[in-house]
DNA sequence: CCAAAAGTGTTAGTGCTACACCCATGC
DNA sequence: GCATGGGTGTAGCACTAACACTTTTGG
């Protein structure tokens, strides 16, 4: 009988903040060792039978202090198997991504999706490959972009959320004609309020009921 | 402390045949317990600091009898952590995919990847999430189409893969223009002989030696 | 009135799909 | 020559990126 490999469970966490204008990630100071007080990726080891997403949720409930009701979505990425990347000793890494709402967590350490600190372990590495794969799930992915932007939100809100995961920012105009595609998500006939530097208010665009279900 | 999951690894084999005209899957009958007798396809647990690749071959070499040698690409499908996919207990089972070469292999059993039987376990499942992920790879993914078509193939296998793997079959034409854009892969001025029926002799396309390194 | 930011309409470019036509083979 | 099937060129179409222009806000 072969012993097999345990297999922990690393979550990228999003988070919109419409403040700062960017997407935040989450990650916490590890209580211990090894890499104790250094920052790392939300994870825990995965148990036996349990579900991914249970583990996500656990990951993101105990290690960044958050509420098991934020979490609006979760999701896989990758698989790392890098022996080496755990120095107690081999273990398989499943990424993964959760997105959760505006409340903070006593735990977490929000930054900047492109600027995250150096990271404990391999999750420099996770963050870096698995960015490209976050960026293309937008517009795409619903269940991911529903939970990353929630119910609703204005068109300035959109053109933030997408600069921050692809790097550069469309014209509103041509993020509307995306959006208008993306099934499931509409225009209202409702404003928001414009920005404190002036500007014309932007649209607010609301999940159909079906979408926000599935 | 938390006992962990078992981990298989469940391995989707591909191998173009050019009589066929088609792609096949690789499947095996088990040996044991459960679901002895019945086809499935081929799988490891995995070892403690294995490696996913070196699981794959293992599985490749074991199940389906095939030499180490004849497997000319792996990677990643997905992970299905369904609990009660095995009756023997709560497993995590991580889809692979391998492309090998013609050498068949005293335990396998070949299906048109449109035709694959009713397999054990979760595997009709598996088979049918993942041959979405795998029509995407082709052009895409070098290593993957590179390792299916072998180092040098003919416009007439092109298109018999392209079909096998999309369900429709391109003219032509077009798909020499999408394999001008594949990088590494460029046409010779040589021509293969044509089918018996007659035509045209297909023209044969090459990897440059980069490519193929990669 | 001016700056800022979103929305509307339009246009150039790009890439894909389909097909008419030409070429090379077996029979 | 005729059927078969690959190769060449080209027209139509959808999608995208870019921008001129308009609208609505704050100062």
Chains 1, 2 share one sequence.
Request: net charge neutral; charged share 25%.
């Amino acid at each position: 009988m072969i012993e097999s490999t345990l297999v922990s469970v690393d979550v990228i966490v999003l988070r919109f903040d419409p403040d700062a204008r960017a997407v935040l990630v989450g990650v916490a100071t590890r209580a211990q060792e090894p890499f104790a007080g250094e920052l790392a990726l939300p994870g825990v080891l995965l148990g036996r039978g349990e579900r991914l997403r249970d583990a996500t949720t656990r990951a993101v409930t105990g290690k960044l202090g958050l509420a098991e009701k934020s979490v609006t979505a979760t999701g896989q990425l990758a698989t790392f198997d890098e022996p080496s990347r755990d120095p107690r000793g081999p273990t398989l890494s499943i990424a993964l991504w959760a997105t959760v709402t505006r409340s903070t967590g006593d735990l977490a350490v929000w930054s900047r999706l492109d600027a995250v600190p150096a990271l404990a372990f391999d999750h420099d590495r996770i963050v870096a490959d698995c960015r490209p794969l976050l960026a293309d799930k937008l517009w795409r992915d619903v269940p991911f972009t529903a939970g990353l932007l929630g119910p609703e939100f204005t068109t300035a809100q959109a053109l933030d959320v997408t600069e921050s995961l692809t790097g550069d920012r469309p014209y509103p105009a041509n993020l509307g004609r995306t959006m208008d595609r993306v099934p499931g998500l509409g225009r209202t006939s409702e404003h928001a309020a414009a920005l404190p530097k002036g500007g014309r208010p932007p649209l607010v665009w609301k999940w159909s009921s079906e979408a926000v279900r599935a």
